[in-house]
Antibody, heavy 115, light 106 residues
Framework: QVQLQQWGAGLLRPSETLSLTCAVY????????WTWIRQSPGKGLEWIGE???????NYNPSLKSRVTISLDTSKNQFSLKMSSVTAADSAVFYC?????????WGQGTLVTVSS | DIQMTQSPSSLSASVGDRVTITCQAS??????LNWYQQKPGKAPKLLIY???NLETGVPSRFSGSGSGTDFTFTISSLQPEDIAIYYC????????FGQGTRLETK
């Protein structure tokens, strides 16, 4: 059974860079897209971007200038970096498997941006 | 961006009731529509994919239908464990979610 476990800093100051990692356990890393989604009271569920096993990425146009998704196939992990965060970026961030349908999700990481 | 509009935003129903939620897309998304269930403190769970296909392991009381711009999600007989927020999500062009429908018991 494939599981996703994610981690990263939960409290950031404005202008800092958010960094989260998601590890894939119990299944193949190849053949899938790996995705980051966030959820906030103000914006609901928002797709951030995705990466496939070849390293090809797609990003939400509204976040593209600040977001980088990368992968480490040797560790079965993929990561999210979001630069220049503001309070508006405060949300629960999820990693997920899928490129349109998200059938497996991580547990979520609450990220708060506050001075 | 394709906008997804769910209705109602909240719904109160009794155990055993038939529950219906609708989702309308701002443009044609063919059948590229999924439904999720989210319980407090948990990640969303995929229930229905491609408008009408039941995800493996999901009870058959859940169903979905529709194509183009208008979609329906139905619970045929509400169970206590179905109390949650339900979201639609399109992937015809980009990825966008509806604002959610909060389902409560009467």
């Amino acid at each position: 059974q494939v599981q996703l476990q994610q981690w990263g800093a939960g409290l950031l100051r404005p202008s800092e860079t958010l960094s989260l990692t998601c590890a894939v356990y119990g299944g193949s890393f190849s053949g899938y897209y790996w995705t980051w989604i966030r959820q906030s009271p103000g914006k609901g569920l928002e797709w951030i971007g995705e990466i496939n096993q070849s390293g090809s990425t797609n990003y939400n146009p509204s976040l593209k200038s600040r977001v980088t998704i990368s992968l480490d196939t040797s560790k079965n992990q993929f990561s999210l970096k979001m630069s220049s965060v503001t309070a508006a970026d405060s949300a629960v961030f999820y990693c997920a498997r899928g490129g349109g349908q998200y059938e497996i999700w991580g547990q979520g990481t609450l990220v708060t941006v506050s001075s | 961006d394709i906008q997804m509009t769910q209705s109602p935003s909240s719904l109160s129903a009794s155990v055993g009731d038939r529950v219906t939620i609708t989702c309308q897309a701002s443009q044609d998304i063919r059948h590229y529509l999924n439904w999720y269930q989210q319980k407090p403190g948990k990640a969303p769970k995929l229930l229905i994919y491609d408008s009408s296909n039941l995800e493996t392991g999901v009870p058959s009381r859940f169903s979905g239908s529709g194509s183009g711009t208008d979609f329906t999600f139905t619970i045929s007989s509400l169970q206590p464990e179905d109390i949650a927020i339900y979201y639609c999500q399109q992937y015809e062009d980009g990825i966008t979610f509806g604002q959610g429908t909060r389902l409560e018991t009467k």
